[in-house]
């Protein structure tokens, strides 16, 4: 399977890092081809140029190689952290950019907007890792998880994304060596379960 891994996190060597190299070296090991966007890395620009925001048009060469990444992937893994409850500013805007009218959802016919979008997207399924130091139940109780808002119903519910499995490690500052290495097994043993070898 063609599978695309997408992280954005600033900074090098962070347990993000670790999660989505789990995540790479899980997939590459049971047979599937691996595309993977360190975003920071990359310095991907996140800020969607006015030119870019009708449908049809085709954006940079740079933003157009991810459109049809996501385009061909039968898999996607998202790996960000928990920051103000949205994904961190660059990996908002490569969703801006690449996440386009027409390749990644449509509406229909009559529809000028204002309905809800049919998903392009040939992806069975779909995973988020976030990392958070906001333990789980002030994180529900206090801010509703607004992060499983945004990824499984505003953006890849919208797509044609119907499985979406996110798991959220935390809380991260408090969190031991030990315990941040069986945080590394389950992302393996993760993608293992809903991406097997073909």
Known sequence: MNMLVVLGHPRPGSLNH???????????????????????????????????????????????????????????????????????????????????????????????GEGVPRGLLKARAAVVFNTTNTYPEREQTVFGDPLERIWKDCIFGLCGVDVVHRRCFGVVTVSSPEQRARWLVEVGETMRRLFPAG
């Open 18 to 112: 670790a999660l989505a190299q789990s995540a790479c070296d899980a997939l590459r090991a049971l047979g599937h081809d691996v595309v993977f966007h360190d975003l920071h890395a990359e310095g991907f620009d996140p800020a969607l140029p006015p030119r870019e925001f009708p449908k049809g048009v085709r954006p940079e060469e740079t933003v157009e190689r991810h459109v049809q990444e996501l385009e061909n992937a039968d898999g996607i893994v998202i790996v960000h952290p928990n920051w103000w409850g949205m994904p961190p500013a660059v990996l908002k805007g490569w969703i801006d950019r690449v996440f386009r009218p027409g390749r990644a959802y449509e509406f229909v016919d009559g529809d000028n």
